[in-house]
T-cell receptor, first 113, second 115 residues
Framework: NAGVTQTPKFQVLKTGQSMTLQCAQD?????MSWYRQDPGMGLRLIHY???????DQGEVPNGYNVSRSTTEDFPLRLLSAAPSQTSVYFC????????????FGPGTRLTVT | AQTVTQSQPEMSVQEAETVTLSCTYD???????LFWYKQPPSRQMILVIR??????QNATENRFSVNFQKAAKSFSLKISDSQLGDAAMYFC????????????FGQGTRLTINP
């Protein structure tokens, strides 16, 4: 049981490049989300999904796209990277009922130069 | 919109002593959950303790306990018998019980344990 996995762990991009951060979970959780962590600001929600085919925006969605074609996977796409997107990105998942505990992946540190 | 505030950017405590981390939140909801997450240097987010708003009894997990004051919208974390492994960033988080369950995080408190 791997829990929530994220790839890559580290990435350096140039301004304007695109990339996809991968997230997968093997707990059959319906709810998945992406957060970014910046110094002094805690974690902020980017996008979330309550099931396959259903996504919605969080607090800071601009510059990011998501899709959810399967229960297991929830990739985050940066179409044209900007220095302001330099951050640590966390994927999380949880069941839609019960204790509402979110299980986090190990994070991806992204630097945009 | 819900907000979570941690007013202590940094705290330090002697090993084996007790320390309390503060958290306040703002919401108009009556049913919600509150969490404390620990983030060690490894960056992994680890759930420390969870409190359901409808429960009056304060949650406890071994050396970790909370003081939940619903009317005051306060949710502090007490760590007893502090250990070197407790050194980390601690985040307070709020989640609604109904509708889209998104976590709102505080800014974090960096806890240092002095040997």
């Amino acid at each position: 049981n791997a829990g929530v996995t994220q790839t890559p762990k580290f990435q350096v991009l140039k301004t304007g490049q695109s990339m996809t951060l991968q997230c997968a979970q093997d707990m059959n959780h319906e709810y998945m989300s992406w957060y970014r962590q910046d110094p002094g600001m805690g974690l902020r929600l980017i996008h979330y999904s309550v099931g396959a085919g259903i996504t919605d925006q969080g607090e800071v969605p601009n510059g990011y796209n998501v899709s959810r074609s399967t229960t297991e996977d929830f990739p985050l796409r940066l179409l044209s990277a900007a220095p302001s997107q330099t951050s640590v990105y966390f994927c999380a998942s949880r069941r839609t009922s019960g204790t509402y505990e979110q299980y986090f992946g190990p994070g991806t540190r992204l630097t945009v130069t | 919109a819900q907000t979570v505030t941690q007013s202590q950017p940094e705290m330090s405590v002697q090993e084996a002593e007790t320390v309390t981390l503060s958290c306040t939140y703002d919401t108009s909801e009556s049913d919600y959950y509150l969490f404390w997450y620990k983030q060690p240097p490894s960056r992994q987010m680890i759930l420390v303790i969870r409190q359901e708003a409808y429960k009056q009894q304060n949650a406890t997990e071994n050396r970790f306990s909370v003081n939940f004051q619903k009317a005051a919208k306060s949710f502090s974390l007490k760590i007893s018998d502090s250990q070197l492994g407790d050194a980390a960033m601690y985040f307070c988080a709020y989640g609604r019980s109904q509708g889209a369950q998104k976590l709102v995080f505080g800014q974090g408190t960096r806890l240092t344990i002095n040997p």
